[in-house]
């Protein structure tokens, strides 16, 4: 495989739109730039005691554990749908894995991420290290490497390269800003795309939104053929990967917390965030959307809306199709977590 940037929680990337020097999608507002004041990687709740800081330790009660989970298992709809109309363009599979082949570009992106990041271990961030083990192991994967880098936008995104391990980086702002269940959720959905093989499509979907439309030839072939079916399908899978989120999690609401907080949270107003009140702003929206300039909006978004994003995993919680996944799991035992 090629070198691949796997989508993450971003929202609203549209095209034209400004990127760091690897191909990557942004949990929030998408920006080019990594200067930042210095931020330190946070483990909330922290609370001050005569004089020292007591650091909270990540515990949940045992998970349950989906040992024979297939992708297919948790594939929205949509994803299905649009991967069918994709894989049936001919040649097209094969062009994906040869676009972003070039070995210089695969040691770029792994030397920039290995000597800018912290890589996690049990020994580097034990905390980290257990919550992503853990999450692999429920959505029956093999854990990839994990790193931690500075930067002050919120994000969280998954790299696979030719002939390496892939692995998912995290951003100290998002440590700072999600609880230890939030921050595992995040990491469900990158091990989500993983899962799914979400690779050679979201290779087009990169190349196009950094601009590959404008290269002749391939680029008009690409922009006026494929980005559109492209954009749909990108849209499509991140709710699939949501759907890996709340497997992982095994709360609706944590899921749904991510995104409001993405949408518009704070470490300093997290604790007035409100669950309920953002799903019924979603069911707001839905009904001022349901216009040609709601269409519209959606159409060119790489990533659906944040409170779509809400309605869709809170209506798949309470489908028999996530209860029938919960009555096949078991309980994952404290070997399993180790």
Not at 15 to 29: E, H, Q, V
Not at 31 to 47: E, M, N
Not at 169 to 181: K, P
């Amino acid at each position: 495989m090629a070198s691949l940037v796997l989508s993450s929680l971003c929202f609203t990337s549209q095209k034209p739109c400004s990127f760091t020097s690897s191909l990557r999608f942004s949990l929030g507002a998408l920006t080019g730039s990594r200067s930042a004041a210095p931020l330190t990687v946070g483990f909330r709740p922290v609370k001050r005691r005569n004089g020292r800081i007591r650091v909270s330790v990540y515990s949940r009660a045992s998970p349950l554990l989906f040992r024979d989970l297939d992708a297919d298992d948790f594939r929205h709809p949509l994803d299905k749908q649009n991967t069918l109309i994709l894989k049936a363009i001919p040649g097209l599979t094969e062009l994906g894995r040869a676009l972003l082949a070039g070995t210089v570009t695969e040691q770029i992106m792994l030397l920039e991420n290995i000597g800018t990041s912290v890589l996690v271990s049990k020994d580097q961030l034990p905390e980290l290290h257990k919550m992503m083990i853990e999450a692999a192991g429920i959505l029956n994967i093999e854990s990839p490497d994990l790193y931690v880098r500075q930067s002050p936008v919120p994000n969280a995104y998954t790299l696979a390269i030719s002939g390496k391990k892939p692995f998912v980086v995290i951003h100290t702002s998002l440590v700072e800003l999600l609880t230890r269940n939030e921050l595992q959720a995040v990491l469900a959905h990158e091990l989500g795309h993983l899962k799914c093989d979400h690779g050679v499509w979201l290779t087009f979907a990169n190349l196009l939104t950094l601009g590959a439309y404008t290269v002749p030839g391939l680029g008009a072939f690409l922009a006026q053929t494929l980005e559109e079916q492209l954009f749909r399908w990108l849209r499509a899978a991140e709710l699939t990967c949501d759907r890996a989120a709340l497997l992982v999690a095994q709360d609706p609401k944590v899921v749904i917390s991510v995104l409001m907080k993405l949408a518009g949270g704070c470490p300093s107003m997290a604790d007035q965030l409100n669950v309920d009140a953002f799903l019924e702003q979603a069911r707001s929206y839905d009904k001022a959307s349901s216009s040609p300039v709601g269409n519209a909006q959606t159409r060119q978004l790489s990533h659906p809306l944040p409170v779509l994003r809400a309605r869709e995993i809170d209506e798949w919680s309470r489908s028999n199709e996530y209860r029938s996944l919960l009555k096949r799991a078991t309980q994952m035992n404290v070997v399993e977590k180790v």
